[in-house]
């Protein structure tokens, strides 16, 4: 909007999306399939992902600064350093990558 030069002038209605679904259903995979889809979009907006190359005498100080979701993924270089991939809230990705 913002692009197009429009702004808000009011608010006409606020909506709220639910996922219901029978527990019965005989269309289970497809409920959690898209209930997987949602919170995988759901998590894009909330979390960007962080790659970088580090040694290895240094890896367990980054991976304590990027934790990730769940666990960071580490690869192993042939050059004896690592590559390093973690999902890190966009609230904290300034201070992250100041602490990188």
């Known amino acids: 909007m913002k692009a197009a030069g429009l702004e808000v002038v009011g608010t006409v209605l606020q909506t ?3 996922l219901i679904t029978n527990p019965d ?3 289970k995979k ?3 399939l898209l209930k997987h889809r949602i919170e995988g979009y759901i998590t894009s907006k909330k979390f960007v992902m962080v790659s970088y190359n580090c040694s290895a005498d240094i890896l367990d100080a980054v991976s304590s ?3 990730g979701k769940r666990s960071p993924t580490i690869t192993a270089l042939t050059d004896g350093g ?9 609230k904290e990705i300034v201070r992250v990558m100041d602490d990188l």
């Not at 690592?82 to 966009?90: F, G, I």
């Open 16 to 18: 709220e999306s639910i």
């Open 25 to 27: 259903s005989k269309h």
């Open 30 to 32: 497809i409920v959690e």
């Open 65 to 67: 600064i990027t934790p």
């Open 82 to 90: 690592h590559a390093v991939s973690s999902l890190v809230s966009k």
